[in-house]
């Protein structure tokens, strides 16, 4: 069964979106080698908005070449007319999640937002956090995970499974597995 990965660059604070939206204080760093980690993954998952940002990269959009069935984004504004490149999951969302990670076999990149995460993670879909903290304190903005009822409730454990410094940059790469007490 594949696993669902959120991965996202953060802020010290737990932000991973400026107040706008934007990421420009994600600090670069040549050392780490996106062509490997991409190739870790059959599927990229994200909401609307961050589909927005990675798109607004245009010729540097790391998920320009991916077949249209491996990037999912979550939306209930986009009509899948409009974007014949990706696939649109609007109701019922949670159930083809379930289904791919048992179908596919292959990890499944969450790339945002926060919103999503919530959701996801109280679905029990959240496999694993692997986060790129950076050295970066914002202040405000989009939450890693926003706060819903259920997750101020919950709580939820996590297990450390590796910590890595980037010397050159400062970045923290963390990954925490999901327990399941």
């Known amino acids: ?3 669902l990965r959120y991965n996202a660059a953060i802020s010290l604070d ?7 939206g ?3 204080w994600i600090v670069e760093d040549d050392s780490i080698d996106f062509n490997a980690i991409y190739a870790e993954f059959g599927s990229y998952l994200m909401g609307r908005k961050t589909y927005e940002v990675v798109t607004s990269y245009g010729g540097a959009n790391p998920l320009a070449a991916t077949a249209r069935e491996n990037v999912l984004v979550v939306s ?9 490149g990706i696939t649109i999951l609007r109701d019922g969302f949670i159930d083809a999640i379930r289904e791919l990670k048992a179908r596919d076999g292959r990890d499944i ?20 956090f692997e ?3 950076m050295p970066v304190v914002l202040g405000k ?4 995970v926003a706060e819903t009822d259920e997750t101020a409730q919950s709580g939820y454990r996590l297990h450390l499974s590796a910590a890595e410094k980037l ?4 970045i923290m790469m963390l990954k925490y597995a999901v327990r399941c007490d």
Do not use: C, Y
């Open 131 to 133: 986060m790129a903290v």
């Open 109 to 128: 990149w969450f790339m945002g937002g926060g919103q999503l995460a919530a959701t996801l993670l109280a679905a029990g879909l959240i496999d694993a």
């Open 76 to 84: 209930g504004q986009m009509k899948q007319e409009d974007h014949p």
């Open 167 to 170: 010397d050159k940059s400062g």
């Open 141 to 144: 903005g989009v939450k890693m």
């Open 1 to 3: 069964m594949g696993r």
């Open 14 to 20: 737990g932000f991973i979106a400026s107040p706008d």
């Open 22 to 24: 934007s990421t420009d």
